[in-house]
T-cell receptor, first 113, second 113 residues
Framework: SQQGEEDPQALSIQEGENATMNCSYKTSINNLQWYRQNSGRGLVHLIL?????REKHSGRLRVTLDTSKKSSSLLITASRAADTASYFCATVGANQAGTALIFGKGTTLSVSS | DSGVTQTPKHLITATGQRVTLRCSPRSGDLSVYWYQQSLDQGLQFLIQYYNGEERAKGNILERFSAQQFPDLHSELNLSSLELGDSALYFC????????????FGSGTRLTVV
């Protein structure tokens, strides 16, 4: 079952624009992570934010976390065509057995030049 | 190369058959996770092994089983295959310090005909 739900499902922008993707989840978490997947390829870890953090930056990526609303957002600034991919949020539940990531259904980002 | 090796990359087999997917985790990682990705179900967590022992189960069918060997490689066995089992199967690994920065393999694309 899915823990997170990304919004929007699909996003099309021009190069240079910013892209914002949102994720909502259902249960208390230890951390939330964002991954990128190029078509049919493996997932690549982008950034992790712990439950006691509110914002984190990595290069052109900015992630926020609001545990009271059980939501997170991923901002990609100055998008490039190479950013075209699917983006997934994933959580590790605070009370789950094991440490598996539970993924949302993803946002498909298309950046045109 | 992510450090997680999955074989084979592609597999085509008939309904009712049995297949084995193999995963070698990144060096030093003790946890191995298996995921199934299909268009309609998204990324579904199947099962986690930690240092040879089953740690957590997700949406794994009874027709599927897995194990992790002493050298930490893992195999996912899929039997009595159905058309609906056609999907991308990913393996991921993580270090013993926690679920941070999972590393995914490039996946095995299974087609059941």
């Amino acid at each position: 079952s899915q823990q997170g739900e990304e919004d929007p499902q699909a996003l099309s922008i021009q190069e240079g624009e910013n892209a914002t993707m949102n994720c909502s989840y259902k249960t208390s978490i230890n951390n939330l992570q964002w991954y990128r997947q190029n078509s049919g390829r493996g997932l690549v870890h982008l950034i992790l934010i712990r439950s006691n953090e509110r914002e984190k930056h990595s290069g052109r990526l900015r992630v926020t976390l609001d545990t009271s609303k059980k939501s997170s957002s991923l901002l990609i600034t100055a998008s490039r065509a190479a950013d075209t991919a699917s983006y997934f949020c994933a959580t590790v539940g605070a009370n789950q057995a094991g440490t598996a990531l539970i993924f949302g259904k993803g946002t498909t980002l298309s950046v045109s030049s | 190369d992510s450090g997680v090796t999955q074989t084979p990359k592609h597999l085509i087999t008939a309904t009712g058959q049995r297949v084995t997917l193999r995963c070698s985790p990144r060096s030093g990682d003790l946890s191995v996770y298996w995921y199934q990705q299909s268009l309609d179900q998204g990324l579904q967590f199947l099962i986690q092994y930690y240092n040879g022992e089953e740690r957590a189960k997700g949406n794994i069918l009874e027709r599927f089983s897995a194990q992790q060997f002493p050298d930490l490689h893992s195999e996912l066995n899929l039997s009595s295959l159905e058309l609906g089992d056609s999907a991308l199967y990913f393996c991921a690994s993580s270090g013993q310090q926690g679920p941070y920065g999972y590393t995914f393999g490039s996946g095995t694309r299974l087609t059941v005909v």
